[in-house]
């Protein structure tokens, strides 16, 4: 625990100097296959044998993504996941937030192994200190945008959103058996068939996607939260992240670029999707 802060722990490495990146557009969409309504639920529950489809598109303002970075080894996370959980509640759920739980690893030795948490979560968390986005790596830790935001420690609300225009990203979602299959496609800012400047070039850019586990429940008997039940939503089971495969050209022309996968659904069984564009080499969402 940290003095200045009692609800932070904190886990600090050496971490190799690295310019920061210089930011571009940013833009993140989120694709709801669950929802509290009973029956999305009971879609994405039904025969293994059962083809289901979706199809959505973001639209082309910026929507803010709000990454939480805890465990369930760790005494302060509980108060920072109740919080997140209540997001499902509010009127900017999917309009304007988009609410990511990453479970980290690195608190696991002190009894509990967390069973959401993952060495690349960690990662991901030590890489936005790598890259200077955070001051440190702490749990409960907030990124919003690609940056530390500690205004949840103060009560502060979520900033609004810049209603910037930074394209659009459109996902048709399949799913078949115990599988997620998705094909996505992103239009970059500017009219079809203008010039691309390199910064945006189609080689930069890499989709990634989420599998969002929702209303999780663990008992949890050892560790620093043991006799407690802890419920959590918006937990990444599954992360693809997907580099743009073709390379770009000079002066290339503003085209939809397309990208597919799949994602496992035997990690949850009520479950969402999110889906956001970052620079490639660089996991900040852009």
Same mark, same amino acid.
């Given at each position: 625990?940290?003095?200045?802060?009692?609800?932070?722990?904190?886990?600090?490495?050496?971490?190799?100097?690295?310019?920061?990146?210089?930011?571009?557009?940013?833009?993140?969409?989120?694709?709801?296959?669950?929802?509290?309504?009973?029956?999305?639920?009971?879609?994405?529950?039904?025969?293994?044998?059962? =083809?289901? @489809?979706?199809?959505?598109?973001?639209?082309?303002?910026?929507?803010?993504?709000?990454? !939480?970075?805890?465990?369930?080894?760790?005494?302060?996370? *509980?108060?920072?996941?109740?919080?997140?959980?209540?997001?499902?509640?509010? *009127?900017?759920?999917?309009?304007?937030?988009?609410?990511?739980?990453?479970?980290?690893?690195?608190?696991?030795?002190?009894? $509990?192994?967390?069973?959401?948490?993952?060495?690349?979560?960690?990662?991901?968390?030590?890489?936005?200190?790598?890259?200077?986005?955070?001051?440190?790596?702490?749990?409960?830790?907030?990124?919003? +945008? /690609?940056?530390? $935001?500690?205004?949840?420690?103060? #009560?502060?609300?979520?900033?609004? #959103?810049?209603?910037?225009?930074?394209?659009? !990203?459109? %996902?048709?979602?399949? @799913?078949?058996?115990?599988?997620? !299959?998705?094909?996505?496609?992103?239009?970059?800012? /500017?009219?079809?068939?203008?010039? =691309?400047?390199?910064?945006?070039?189609?080689?930069?850019?890499? %989709?990634?996607?989420?599998?969002?586990?929702?209303?999780?429940?663990?008992?949890?008997?050892?560790?620093?939260?043991?006799?407690?039940?802890?419920?959590?939503?918006?937990?990444?089971?599954? %992360?693809?992240? =997907?580099?743009?495969?073709?390379?770009?050209?000079?002066?290339?022309?503003?085209?939809?670029?397309?990208?597919?996968?799949? %994602?496992? !659904? +035997?990690?949850?069984?009520?479950?969402?999707?999110?889906?956001? =564009?970052?620079?490639? /080499?660089?996991?900040? *969402?852009?």
């Amino acid at each position: 625990m940290t003095a200045t802060k009692p609800l932070i722990k904190t886990r600090i490495g050496a971490y190799p100097k690295k310019k920061n990146s210089f930011l571009l557009w940013f833009f993140t969409f989120f694709l709801m296959l669950y929802f509290v309504s009973k029956g999305y639920a009971s879609e994405i529950q039904s025969p293994t044998d059962e =083809i289901k @489809k979706w199809h959505f598109s973001s639209g082309p303002k910026q929507t803010q993504m709000l990454e !939480l970075f805890t465990s369930e080894g760790c005494s302060s996370c *509980p108060p920072a996941d109740r919080w997140l959980s209540n997001l499902k509640n509010s *009127p900017d759920l999917w309009v304007s937030v988009i609410p990511i739980a990453f479970h980290v690893d690195y608190w696991n030795s002190l009894g $509990w192994r967390g069973p959401f948490s993952s060495r690349e979560n960690s990662l991901r968390q030590r890489t936005y200190r790598q890259l200077r986005y955070v001051n440190g790596v702490y749990t409960p830790g907030f990124i919003l +945008n /690609g940056l530390e $935001w500690r205004g949840w420690f103060n #009560r502060n609300p979520i900033p609004n #959103r810049t209603h910037k225009d930074v394209g659009e !990203l459109s %996902l048709e979602a399949t @799913k078949l058996n115990n599988k997620i !299959l998705f094909d996505a496609n992103f239009m970059r800012p /500017g009219a079809a068939g203008t010039k =691309i400047y390199r910064s945006t070039s189609s080689s930069q850019l890499t %989709l990634n996607v989420a599998l969002l586990a929702m209303n999780k429940k663990t008992d949890v008997p050892l560790g620093e939260n043991k006799g407690k039940t802890l419920h959590h939503d918006f937990v990444v089971t599954n %992360l693809q992240s =997907i580099p743009y495969p073709v390379a770009s050209v000079v002066d290339e022309e503003n085209r939809p670029l397309n990208w597919q996968g799949e %994602l496992d !659904l +035997n990690l949850c069984t009520e479950c969402a999707v999110a889906a956001w =564009i970052s620079e490639t /080499g660089n996991q900040q *969402p852009i």
